[in-house]
Nanobody
Framework: VQLQASGGGLVQSGGSLRLSCAASGSIFSRGGMGWYRQAPGKQRELVAG??????TTYADSVKGRFTISRDSLNTVYLQMNSLKPEDTAVYYC?????????WGKGTLVTVSS
């Protein structure tokens, strides 16, 4: 399984970005997907997750601003609105299935004040 994340960049505070993560392999539709982030000097944290059945979960810090979704093929998205400087981090796509964890390379999101 390979995960390819894209969509990061530089945006001003209050702006929006949409991250995408395309997964190869047949287990995508059966696995739980998520986005994590890691800011400089901080631990990696869960931002949002979505199960194979479509149930979502969000970190308190992003509720009401971020939306995770997935299509029926192989892509999971993270729509990020009302971005804040504290959202600046490297964002990682994650897939879990049958007790196995898969990570994509990160994509950098920088929010300027």
């Amino acid at each position: 399984v390979q995960l390819q994340a894209s969509g990061g960049g530089l945006v001003q505070s209050g702006g929006s970005l949409r991250l995408s993560c395309a997964a190869s392999g047949s287990i995508f539709s059966r696995g739980g997907m998520g986005w994590y982030r890691q800011a400089p000097g901080k631990q990696r944290e869960l931002v949002a997750g979505i199960t194979s059945g479509g149930t979502t979960t969000y970190a308190d810090s992003v509720k009401g601003r971020f939306t995770i979704s997935r299509d029926s093929l192989n892509t999971v998205y993270l729509q990020m609105n009302s971005l804040k400087p504290e959202d600046t981090a490297v964002y990682y796509c994650h897939l879990v299935y049958a007790g196995m964890d898969y990570w994509g390379k990160g994509t950098l999101v920088t929010v300027s004040s």
